[in-house]
């Protein structure tokens, strides 16, 4: 095989390139916060006027709370009443493993065909 | 003019790393970055399935993270160059690989650094009472950011130096506590059986232990980066598996001791919710000396890993600019500190950018997003390395045993964890995967014009098997 010579980059499109990286790091790390989708499938159960009792607290327990500053019931409540919700929203699900496997795949066929490139020059097609 | 700038330009870009790392440097490396997973983070596995949760992935993710250590060990002890698993991924499976490999390591770490630095500032927020506004909140995370990458910047020597200190500290601290507790003598001071009942062990059920898979990984988040300094280090075949194996160990044993101080001594919700676990045990035993020197411990875990993460994010920049994978101009080492510098300084302002974006929660689930996709990666990788090169064709520094079981629990592992990042992170997930897949379609498509062929393939192999 006959080696490949890349093509000089310009000192401009470098700068292109890098403002491009620079964007897409942006936007997959600030996108999600800004549409609030981080941590979301929780809520709290109110209770009113909550005791330590109806807040299923034993006296050991309580001691430590007190200890950590929480002086009452109603101080911890938002804390223990906080409580996740792990329904399954199977098209959700189903999107995630979609988008997760097509990439993998992608990844390793697109890799595989770079690689056959790589060992064809390196090993002079021997 | 021009050319003359060109000439120094080229000169500086022929300036090596330098090889002056040992094992202990490559120890202080992997449990650098990972000790803070102790310290914080490791218990928001309890508000997603309560204590025991908290417990069983403790061991089951040790599993996972084991089988990393070991299969890390036997491919990095083979491919010893800068950049790690990028690397790995540049002989073992193509230049597309590589380039997504290399951005999880920067995504992994640089989050990592951003929530070590949330991490500081949050503690010393909790003790500096009314006066300390929100411009010193931020004034806190810069200065940490923008003092480690000096420090970085100056010499990987002195950094990895400073780690070693920082990091044997912390994690004596985590001993001292565990003694201090009377840990033989339940009811003097911990009360495991009044903090965790029956009633409240697994509050969700077992979908609460799958859904603590999360963050379970941020008990040994970084391990792998020991293999960063590969190029740095003196002997890499002997230093990087036994520092690797050797900071595994060490991070099973304060993982453990941490979950039985902090389960014995707050209640699962509290515990879900406190972003300085360590820190609280230490103030619930009353004595102000450990409450003193857990907050003190707290600080320098989160400054060790934060070191780590910069020098590992910058090396794995680095080696993308070196093979053209991005602009060569990220290439540069330092004439007279011998540093990536140009990476860490371009990596300086997205670490502090998101530092004042985001809070610790969601700083952390970027970092694990990143390491459970290069951990999908390793699994896939060990498997077409063992099948390229059998055993016998190449020399390995080391060989990892009951191959390919490590690589199996690896990947069924992984899966589980992506089921457990969605309950709650489904949508974030989503989106980070399209983006590697953007930033695939570009180099695929568009950058690797630039990129040379036959120099990606750099070991003294022969030709693998199938090609």
Request: charged share 10%; net charge neutral.
């Amino acid at each position: 095989m006959a080696k490949y010579t890349p093509p000089e980059q310009s000192k401009a499109m470098q700068w292109v390139d890098i403002i491009f990286v620079v964007a897409a790091i942006f936007f997959a790390l600030w996108f999600p916060l800004w549409m609030g989708w981080a941590g979301v499938s929780r809520a709290i159960e109110k209770i009113d006027n909550p005791t330590w009792e109806a807040l299923g607290q034993t006296p050991a327990q309580v001691e430590q709370w007190v200890k950590l500053g929480f002086a009452d019931a109603a101080a911890a409540h938002d804390i223990i009443q906080n409580k996740f919700d792990y329904h399954i929203d199977w098209m959700q699900l189903i999107i995630l493993a979609i988008v997760i496997i097509g990439y993998f795949v992608f990844l390793f066929q697109a890799s595989d065909k770079e690689y056959r490139e790589v060992i064809d020059e390196k090993f002079n097609g021997k | 003019m021009a050319k003359a700038a060109q000439a120094s330009s080229s000169a500086v870009q022929r300036v090596s790393l330098l090889r002056v790392l040992g094992p202990a440097h490559v120890w202080a490396l992997g449990v650098g970055i990972v000790l803070v997973g102790e310290y914080t983070g490791w218990n928001f596995a309890a508000d997603k399935g309560g204590t025991l949760a908290a417990l069983i992935i403790c061991w089951v993710i040790g599993l996972l993270y084991t089988s990393v250590a070991m299969i890390d060990s036997e491919v990095t002890s083979t491919v010893a160059a800068a950049g790690g698993q990028y690397a790995q991924a540049k002989h073992i499976v193509g230049p597309l690989m590589a380039f997504n490999v290399a951005l999880y390591l920067v995504f992994a770490y640089t989050m990592l650094e951003v929530s070590n630095a949330i991490l500081i500032a949050d503690t010393i927020k909790a003790y500096a009472g009314e006066g300390f506004t929100d411009w010193h909140y931020r004034g806190v995370i810069a200065t940490v950011i923008v003092v480690l990458a000096a420090l970085n910047y100056r010499g990987v020597l002195m950094t990895l130096n400073v780690n070693f200190v920082i990091t044997a500290i912390a994690y004596l601290a985590i001993i001292v506590l565990f003694f201090s507790v009377q840990p033989w003598s339940q009811g003097a001071v911990l009360k495991l059986g009044e903090m965790v009942t029956p009633e409240n062990a697994l509050p969700y059920g077992w979908i609460g232990v799958i859904a603590a898979f999360h963050w379970g990984i941020w008990y040994y988040l970084g391990i792998e980066g020991t293999t960063q300094a590969a190029e740095e280090v003196r002997s890499p075949a002997r230093s990087l598996p036994y520092g690797t194996m050797a900071g595994m160990i060490t991070l099973l044993i304060g993982a453990s001791l941490t979950w039985y101080i902090c389960a014995s001594l707050m209640p699962w919700q509290y515990l879900g919710f406190t972003y300085y676990p360590l820190l609280d045990a230490g103030k619930l035993t009353g004595s102000a000396a450990l409450e003193t020197m857990m907050f003190v411990a707290t600080i320098l875990a989160a400054l060790a890993s934060a070191n780590g993460c910069i020098n590992d994010a910058a090396r794995a920049w680095f080696s993308l600019g070196r093979d053209r994978y991005l602009p060569q101009w990220f290439s540069a080492v330092h004439p007279r500190y011998r540093t990536p510098y140009r990476s860490i300084l371009f990596l300086l302002p997205i670490a502090l950018a998101f530092a004042f974006i985001a809070n610790l929660g969601q700083a952390i689930t970027f970092s694990i997003l990143s390491g459970i996709l290069q951990y999908t990666f390793m699994s896939i990788n060990i498997i077409k390395f063992r099948q390229k090169w059998p055993l016998g064709t190449i020399r390995r520094g080391y060989t990892h045993p009951f191959h390919p079981l490590p690589a199996i629990v690896l990947f069924i592992l992984c899966v589980v964890t992506y089921f457990a990042i969605f309950l709650g992170y489904g949508a974030q997930l989503t989106a980070m995967v399209v983006f590697y897949i953007v930033m695939s379609l570009w180099f695929h498509f568009y950058r690797y014009r630039y990129v040379r062929r036959g120099d990606q393939f750099t070991m003294p192999w022969p030709k693998p098997n199938g090609y």
